[in-house]
Structure formats: structure tokens, C-alpha cells
């Protein structure tokens, strides 16, 4: 590290390695992506989350597609160094003790972007306490609040504990760390020797700090009781500063998140104007998120960069020149991406998929608004499209949370039609979708299938990732795709605008399969089957216009502009 660290970013889950479980989805990977470009563009940042021993948890599927779920332990001595330092938080009047583990995201020549992960196994703590930081997203609402307290209130302890004295902006990625705002307060009125903050320490806090929300989803904004938070936390002073905790007999941590911090954004244009509808007494900006492009893009299009692209590496614009890829060597490339994701295929499942079949993927978290399911609305109209084009072929993987059943009913739902839709449609689900999987899925497919009820769809990051390796995405009109979609150029729009729609009909499930089953059977097919040289176009264009701006290299450049150093 070239400097001392100058920004502190918080996140519950962070995808930082493959073997290292520490992530659910869509949070995690945009901020192991963001510490990752961080590191490349050599930002002072360090990054603090929670070791999650047992990771979120492995998925099997059995015949029938009913998930289970097993514990994920790593080698963690194999990845990540224990620390010296030593703090403690207070859980229901008792000190449970905290320890830190390093995870060092490499940058250029010597600069190192530092993750420490928090860790309460120690031998001084109880049983339950020992545990408390094992699992992501486990147990009930005190063991998720009693980990947000290790999260936020531990992690600016820990950061103090280890000399990260410089910090001058605490990055919220989420409200689940909007407890540092509140340890922050504190910690300025304790310094001043008085036992309560006041306004004045309210604005200095707010000052320090930036506000990330993910999702217009209620479930996605954590809320917890007054009576367990007093009870944990040991303090009852919530009517006393309702400009801080905004209660109506619920701690809600997005609000705590928005009241402490002076920048707040969603995560795509409009996810910004939908949390500002939701949020009106704020300002919401918006940064659209991006991935990191080295990690996702695969390896026959990394060989292909290197030799017509050079710098695409640290200069992700770059991009912008593919058009001037020989489009002969671009198919080539896919082609390799395909035939990995295939092998894969046959390896886990035993299926043999038909490399020249088209080949839509979907891979996502399971959750009933992603509608997963919206493709097998009709099947008979399904199998015709897929007889008319000699066959079809449709790769799934996503987990369920393992708390969310109708989440787990549409996995059941979607391996339940493989019988139906045969021979005409061949459906695939891939169990345990991890970050390996994701970057096979996301490059190896033919087009990239997302279908989420708008306005629902925050951003989505897994269309970018096709997108940087020249595979269109063929998408409801919501999240990150209102600002990627051209028709025809870089993928295809199913339904209409949420924006353009009144009282909600956008939300008509029978109104979005049928521009689903019409963009497939008279745009994408005959596009992939007759117009093989318009397809590679396509794929041009994917990488040129939007693999070159959804990145996060882009993403951190606009958080430094707009939120750290302002």
C-alpha cells in the first residue's frame, strides 16, 4: 500500500475469490468487483466485511428440483492472514470479542487494497458468540442485528484498532452497516467527555459518510424492533434523536443509513428516480454499477483483447475500438466460450448440450420478482418456437434463499418443465451457482435471458458480464438495461418502459411473455440461425458500447468524483 487507506467500505458479503463463500449474489460480486478496480486504479480504500465461516451455504438439487442446502467451509488459513488486533462490541450487556483476518486485492507494482474480514470464533467468547459471524444472511432477525453490530460498530473499532487513523469517508454499501454511523457518534461524544451526541456531531458524521442502496425490494431494507435493538444494543435514546433514527416503532437501517450520510445513490438511472419516489425527503443520485472487466471476461476474449486491444486491462474504453475486431475471430472466441460451458454441462450434470443450437442463459438469484419462470408461460408456444428453429436450448442456475420458499417453487417449477417441453426445448439447471459458474454462464451462452417484474430490478449486474463477452441480452427493461438497450445492436427490449407504462401494467405477466415469445421467434432466432454475420455485429457492439462503459473501473471513478473526495 502506497498510502494509508482513506476511504472505509462496508459491505455484508463481498465476492473475493471463488473458494472463498463469503458472498450471496449480485451485493457481493459488485463489491468484490468494486475493491478489485479500486485496487487497479490504486484508490486508498479498505475494505471491511465478516469472515462467514460457513459461507452462505452450498445448493443441491434433487431430481424433482427441491434445493437443500449444506454448510460452505473454506481453507481459510489459505486465503486471508489473522491480525494482532483485538476489539470488542457489547451484545445484551456482555463483551464479545472480535479479531480481523486480511485479504490483500492486488494492484499495480505494490499497491494492495486490504479487506479485513471480522471474526468472532475466539476462545473468550461463548458458544453462541463464537458462531455469530459463521453464517451470511443465517438465522433469525437478533443473530442478523447482533452481526450488523459486529459489522458496523466492530469494523470502525478494528479499523482504529489497526492505525487506519486517515479515513476520511465510510462508505455504507447497504444498510446493513449503518450501525458505523451511529458508533461514530458516539465515539465523537465520547471524545468531547459527554455521554449523548448532539446536532453538531450529527452534521460532522454525516460529512463522513456515503449511502449505497441496492433495491427497491422491502426485503431488501433490514428492519428490526425497538425492543430487541434496545435490548442488544443496551441504549433506549431513540425518540430522542428522531432525525437520526426516524422510528415509527421499528429501527429501519436504510433510514439510519440516509439520515447519517450527506451522498446517497442507487445503482442505475432509474433505480435512482424509483428511490427517490420511495425516499422523498432525500436526494438520490445515481451511480450505475458496473463489473470488473478482467475478472469476467473470458478467457478466449482476453486472448482476443490482448492482441487487437492492448491496454483494455487498465484502460476499459478500449473497449469502444472491438468494431474493429475481425468479426471471423470474434465467432471463434465465442465459439471457445460455448464448448467450455458445455464440457462443464456434461461434467456436473451429464447432459450434452448441441453447440449449434441457440443457447439462452439465465442465471440469477431466486426470488419470485426475477420471474425465472416467465419463459414457460406458454409451452406449447415455447416448443413451437423451438421446433421452428430445429431446437432450443436454455442453461438456468440461481440459489434461493433458504428462508424464501417460493423462491425454491420456481426452481422446482422450471426443472419440472424439462419433461414438458421436450424434445423441441432442452432445459439445463446447473446447481451451486458460484462466481466460477457465473463467469462459464455468462460468457459461454448465445444470449443472455433476464425477466425481472420492473421497477424491482435495481440494477443487475450478470447482463454485463455477457456483454463483455459479446453475448446481447434479451431483457425486461429495467435495471442497468434501460441505459444498455439498443434495439437490435446491443440485444433486444421485452415489454415496454416502466416509466411508459400507466398504473402498473407493466407488471401484466401474459403482456411480457408474449413480447418475449415474439422477440425470439421473429428477431433473435432468425437473427443466431439465418444472419450469422449479423450476429457477430452484434456482438461488436455488445463489447464496444456496453462492455466499455458498464465496468467498474468507470463505476469507482464516478464514487471518487462524486462521493470520496468531494
Same mark, same amino acid.
Given at each position: 500500500?502506497?498510502?494509508?487507506?482513506?476511504?472505509?467500505?462496508?459491505?455484508?458479503?463481498?465476492?473475493?475469490?471463488?473458494?472463498?463463500?463469503?458472498?450471496?449474489?449480485?451485493?457481493?460480486?459488485?463489491?468484490?468487483?468494486?475493491?478489485?478496480?479500486?485496487?487497479?486504479?490504486?484508490?486508498?480504500?479498505?475494505?471491511?466485511?465478516?469472515?462467514?465461516?460457513?459461507?452462505?451455504?452450498?445448493?443441491?438439487?434433487?431430481?424433482?428440483?427441491?434445493?437443500?442446502?449444506?454448510?460452505?467451509?473454506?481453507?481459510?488459513?489459505?486465503?486471508?492472514?489473522?491480525?494482532?488486533?483485538?476489539?470488542?462490541?457489547?451484545?445484551?450487556?456482555?463483551?464479545?470479542?472480535?479479531?480481523?483476518?486480511?485479504?490483500?486485492?492486488?494492484?499495480?507494482?505494490?499497491?494492495?487494497?486490504?479487506?479485513?474480514?471480522?471474526?468472532?470464533?475466539?476462545?473468550?467468547?461463548?458458544?453462541?458468540?463464537?458462531?455469530?459471524?459463521?453464517?451470511?444472511?443465517?438465522?433469525?432477525?437478533?443473530?442478523?442485528?447482533?452481526?450488523?453490530?459486529?459489522?458496523?460498530?466492530?469494523?470502525?473499532?478494528?479499523?482504529?484498532?489497526?492505525?487506519?487513523?486517515?479515513?476520511?469517508?465510510?462508505?455504507?454499501?447497504?444498510?446493513?452497516?449503518?450501525?458505523?454511523?451511529?458508533?461514530?457518534?458516539?465515539?465523537?461524544?465520547?471524545? /468531547? !467527555?459527554?455521554?449523548? +451526541?448532539?446536532? %453538531?456531531? =450529527?452534521?460532522? &458524521?454525516?460529512?463522513?459518510?456515503? #449511502? *449505497?442502496? @441496492?433495491?427497491?425490494?422491502? /426485503? !431488501?431494507?433490514?428492519? +428490526?424492533?425497538? %425492543?430487541? =435493538?434496545?435490548? &442488544?444494543?443496551?441504549?433506549?435514546? #431513540? *425518540?430522542? @434523536?428522531?432525525?437520526?433514527?426516524?422510528?415509527?416503532?421499528?429501527?429501519?437501517?436504510?433510514?439510519?443509513?440516509?439520515?447519517?450520510?450527506?451522498?446517497?445513490?442507487?445503482?442505475?438511472?432509474?433505480?435512482?428516480?424509483?428511490?427517490?419516489?420511495?425516499?422523498?425527503?432525500?436526494?438520490?443520485?445515481?451511480?450505475?454499477?458496473?463489473?470488473?472487466?478482467?475478472?469476467?471476461?473470458?478467457?478466449?476474449?482476453?486472448?482476443?483483447?490482448?492482441?487487437?486491444?492492448?491496454?483494455?486491462?487498465?484502460?476499459?474504453?478500449?473497449?469502444?475500438?472491438?468494431?474493429?475486431?475481425?468479426?471471423?475471430?470474434?465467432?471463434?472466441?465465442?465459439?471457445?466460450?460455448?464448448?467450455?460451458?458445455?464440457?462443464?454441462?456434461?461434467?456436473?450434470?451429464?447432459?450434452?448440450?448441441?453447440?449449434?443450437?441457440?443457447?439462452?442463459?439465465?442465471?440469477?438469484?431466486?426470488?419470485?420478482?426475477?420471474?425465472?419462470?416467465?419463459?414457460?408461460?406458454?409451452?406449447?408456444?415455447?416448443?413451437?418456437?423451438?421446433?421452428?428453429?430445429?431446437?432450443?436450448?436454455?442453461?438456468?442456475?440461481?440459489?434461493?434463499?433458504?428462508?424464501?420458499?417460493?423462491?425454491?417453487?420456481?426452481?422446482?417449477?422450471?426443472?419440472?418443465?424439462?419433461?414438458?417441453?421436450?424434445?423441441?426445448?432442452?432445459?439445463?439447471?446447473?446447481?451451486?451457482?458460484?462466481?466460477?459458474?457465473?463467469?462459464?454462464?455468462?460468457?459461454?451462452?448465445?444470449?443472455?435471458?433476464?425477466?425481472?417484474?420492473?421497477?424491482?430490478?435495481?440494477?443487475?449486474?450478470?447482463?454485463?458480464?455477457?456483454?463483455?463477452?459479446?453475448?446481447?441480452?434479451?431483457?425486461?427493461?429495467?435495471?442497468?438495461?434501460?441505459?444498455?438497450?439498443?434495439?437490435?445492436?446491443?440485444?433486444?427490449?421485452?415489454?415496454?418502459?416502466?416509466?411508459?407504462?400507466?398504473?402498473?401494467?407493466?407488471?401484466?405477466?401474459?403482456?411480457?411473455?408474449?413480447?418475449?415469445?415474439?422477440?425470439?421467434?421473429?428477431?433473435?432466432?432468425?437473427?443466431?440461425?439465418?444472419?450469422?454475420?449479423?450476429?457477430?455485429?452484434?456482438?461488436?457492439?455488445?463489447?464496444?458500447?456496453?462492455?466499455?462503459?458498464?465496468?467498474?473501473?468507470?463505476?469507482?471513478?464516478?464514487?471518487?468524483?462524486?462521493?470520496?473526495?468531494?
Amino acid at each position: 500500500m502506497k498510502a494509508s487507506p482513506e476511504i472505509a467500505y462496508f459491505s455484508m458479503e463481498v465476492a473475493l475469490a471463488t473458494d472463498i463463500p463469503t458472498y450471496s449474489g449480485g451485493l457481493g460480486m459488485l463489491a468484490g468487483d468494486h475493491l478489485r478496480s479500486a485496487a487497479d486504479l490504486e484508490v486508498p480504500l479498505v475494505g471491511i466485511t465478516l469472515l462467514h465461516r460457513q459461507g452462505y451455504f452450498r445448493q443441491r438439487l434433487d431430481a424433482q428440483g427441491r434445493q437443500r442446502e449444506e454448510a460452505c467451509p473454506w481453507n481459510i488459513g489459505r486465503y486471508v492472514r489473522e491480525l494482532p488486533a483485538r476489539v470488542a462490541v457489547q451484545i445484551e450487556g456482555r463483551s464479545v470479542a472480535v479479531r480481523a483476518w486480511q485479504y490483500d486485492v492486488p494492484g499495480p507494482a505494490s499497491f494492495v487494497v486490504p479487506v479485513l474480514l471480522l471474526d468472532t470464533d475466539l476462545p473468550e467468547n461463548s458458544e453462541w458468540d463464537r458462531h455469530l459471524t459463521d453464517h451470511l444472511y443465517g438465522g433469525d432477525s437478533y443473530y442478523r442485528f447482533c452481526q450488523e453490530v459486529v459489522l458496523g460498530i466492530g469494523g470502525i473499532r478494528m479499523l482504529r484498532a489497526l492505525g487506519f487513523n486517515r479515513v476520511r469517508r465510510y462508505h455504507m454499501n447497504e444498510g446493513h452497516a449503518a450501525l458505523l454511523a451511529l458508533e461514530l457518534l458516539d465515539t465523537r461524544a465520547a471524545a /468531547a !467527555g459527554r455521554a449523548r +451526541f448532539t446536532r %453538531e456531531d =450529527v452534521e460532522q &458524521v454525516r460529512a463522513e459518510c456515503v #449511502f *449505497t442502496t @441496492h433495491t427497491p425490494v422491502p /426485503a !431488501g431494507h433490514d428492519k +428490526f424492533s425497538l %425492543e430487541l =435493538v434496545g435490548r &442488544v444494543l443496551g441504549r433506549h435514546d #431513540f *425518540t430522542e @434523536h428522531r432525525e437520526v433514527f426516524c422510528c415509527e416503532g421499528v429501527l429501519n437501517l436504510t433510514y439510519l443509513a440516509l439520515n447519517l450520510s450527506h451522498y446517497h445513490n442507487g445503482v442505475a438511472r432509474q433505480h435512482g428516480e424509483v428511490s427517490q419516489l420511495m425516499f422523498p425527503r432525500y436526494t438520490i443520485d445515481a451511480i450505475t454499477n458496473g463489473v470488473h472487466a478482467p475478472t469476467w471476461t473470458s478467457e478466449p476474449f482476453q486472448r482476443l483483447f490482448d492482441r487487437h486491444l492492448p491496454d483494455w486491462r487498465r484502460d476499459c474504453f478500449a473497449l469502444r475500438n472491438a468494431l474493429r475486431i475481425p468479426r471471423g475471430e470474434m465467432w471463434i472466441a465465442h465459439q471457445r466460450a460455448k464448448n467450455r460451458l458445455i464440457a462443464a454441462v456434461r461434467e456436473v450434470t451429464g447432459a450434452s448440450l448441441d453447440p449449434g443450437l441457440l443457447t439462452l442463459g439465465f442465471g440469477r438469484r431466486a426470488a419470485a420478482y426475477k420471474r425465472a419462470d416467465l419463459l414457460f408461460h406458454d409451452i406449447p408456444r415455447l416448443k413451437a418456437i423451438g421446433k421452428h428453429c430445429g431446437g432450443l436450448q436454455i442453461v438456468y442456475a440461481g440459489k434461493a434463499h433458504p428462508a424464501d420458499q417460493p423462491g425454491k417453487d420456481i426452481i422446482t417449477r422450471i426443472v419440472g418443465f424439462e419433461a414438458a417441453v421436450l424434445p423441441e426445448v432442452k432445459i439445463v439447471y446447473l446447481e451451486n451457482y458460484d462466481m466460477a459458474l457465473g463467469q462459464l454462464l455468462t460468457a459461454g451462452v448465445d444470449v443472455w435471458l433476464n425477466t425481472p417484474a420492473p421497477p424491482q430490478e435495481a440494477s443487475g449486474t450478470s447482463g454485463m458480464k455477457a456483454a463483455l463477452n459479446g453475448v446481447p441480452s434479451l431483457s425486461v427493461l429495467d435495471g442497468w438495461w434501460v441505459e444498455g438497450h439498443v434495439e437490435g445492436a446491443t440485444g433486444w427490449a421485452v415489454g415496454q418502459p416502466w416509466a411508459a407504462v400507466p398504473n402498473g401494467a407493466v407488471h401484466d405477466t401474459e403482456h411480457d411473455a408474449a413480447s418475449l415469445y415474439e422477440k425470439l421467434e421473429r428477431q433473435v432466432i432468425p437473427l443466431f440461425c439465418r444472419k450469422p454475420d449479423q450476429f457477430t455485429e452484434m456482438m461488436s457492439h455488445c463489447i464496444a458500447l456496453n462492455g466499455s462503459f458498464f465496468n467498474t473501473h468507470r463505476m469507482v471513478e464516478q464514487y471518487v468524483r462524486k462521493a470520496y473526495f468531494t
